[in-house]
């Protein structure tokens, strides 16, 4: 009966990881190349998701197709942990990512294809601003204090950063990419490698895009 019960709560993760992730490439115009290199647990899928919203909601703009959805939303958890379903590995090339094992810099643009806020949640309680729909403080690389620029001008230039994103995730929802079949389902592989320090972050925007997921 247990087992029973595991299986079925298994397909069910399953399912919803792949209609999540289906929805994220044929709505907002997600890179599905790299939801599959990434392998992002069902979590991360649904932080990508509300906080691509955010994202949005920051430039006054909507997904591609216009859609909403009812608050508070499904934001998952920004960060792989091994009790969210997680479909199979991440790729060879995911894992040699330094973001891709670096704390907080999940999700960024080319892990996604999507615009995404440069932000993560302090706290689960802090995770109500991305149920909420709405992000509005700095991003996180220029909180440190070190940035030249003043608040007005480091949230243009990342409003533009945004917008940039915005309209790539656009012009590949018009290509009409879609998301494969369910894939077999294998043993959840959780988070690869111990992680490293964020003392060295770098402003997210300009991490090379790396095209091989």
């Known amino acids: 009966m247990n087992d029973v019960r595991q299986t ?9 990881w792949h209609e999540d992730a289906r929805h994220l490439v044929q709505a907002h115009g997600a890179d599905p190349d790299c939801l599959i290199g990434y392998a992002h647990t069902l979590e991360q899928l649904r932080f990508a998701h509300a906080d691509t919203h955010a994202a949005l909601a920051r430039i006054g703009a909507r997904p591609p ?15 792989p942990r091994p ?19 670096t704390p907080r810099s999940f999700p960024l643009p080319f892990q996604t294809g999507l615009p995404q806020t440069g ?3 302090r706290s689960e309680a802090d995770l109500a601003n991305w149920t ?3 992000v509005n403080r700095l991003p996180e690389w220029a909180e440190d204090g070190r ?14 950063w945004i917008r940039h994103h915005a309209d790539a995730a656009a012009a590949r929802r018009l290509a009409g990419l879609d998301f494969p079949a369910p894939a077999q389902s294998l043993p959840s592989a ?3 490698g111990s992680g490293v320090g964020w003392a060295n972050r770098r402003d997210p925007r300009t991490a090379r895009r ?4």
Do not use: K
């Open 190 to 192: 959780g988070p690869v």
């Open 65 to 79: 197709d216009g859609h909403s959805h009812p608050l508070p939303m499904n934001a998952g958890w920004h960060e």
């Open 147 to 160: 940035s030249q620029q003043t608040p007005a001008e480091i949230i243009a230039g990342h409003n533009e």
């Open 83 to 101: 009790s969210s379903y997680r479909p199979f590995p991440p790729s060879a090339t995911a894992q040699r990512d330094p973001f891709f094992s």
């Open 132 to 134: 909420s729909g709405q």
């Open 119 to 121: 932000n993560h949640p």
């Open 210 to 213: 790396r095209r091989s997921c």
């Open 8 to 16: 079925g709560a298994w397909d069910d993760a399953a399912s919803r």
